[in-house]
């Protein structure tokens, strides 16, 4: 069973700085991509960064303040997020696409923590 486990969101205010963090765990045999998708009340999810074979993309609204970044030994995937905005809070999803040992590949996500940027 895989599992994918969040950490590093809370409050900070305007112009502050957070690290998510994300862990897949269980039985892996490869990890394709990880990214990080957002959801804000009353919005859709969106993809604000992903990261597959050391490429990275990013929403444009996150361009040159989130930096994504993976640990490949440790299957742990984290995005830097600076100067941040009242607007990036949301709940961060974190996602991967992951071929377990004795599964289907599939597309796996955390439970979701929450940034909330308020002065």
């Known amino acids: 069973q895989v599992q994918l486990v969040e950490s590093g969101g809370g409050l900070v205010q305007p112009g502050g700085s957070l690290r998510l963090s994300c862990a897949a765990s269980g039985s892996i045999f490869s990890i394709n991509s990880m990214g990080w998708y957002r959801q804000a009340p009353g919005k859709q999810r969106e993809l604000v960064a992903i990261?597959?074979?050391?490429?990275?993309n990013y929403a444009d609204s996150v361009k040159g303040r989130f930096t994504i970044s993976r640990d490949n030994a440790r299957n742990t995937v984290y995005m830097q997020m600076n100067s941040l905005k009242p607007e990036d809070t949301a709940v961060y999803y974190c996602?991967?696409?992951?071929?377990?040992?004795?599964?289907?590949?599939?597309?796996?996500w955390g439970q979701g923590t929450q940034v909330t940027v308020s002065s």
């Open positions: 990261i597959r074979g050391g490429v990275t």
């Open positions: 996602n991967a696409d992951i071929m377990p040992r004795s599964m289907a590949r599939g597309s796996y």
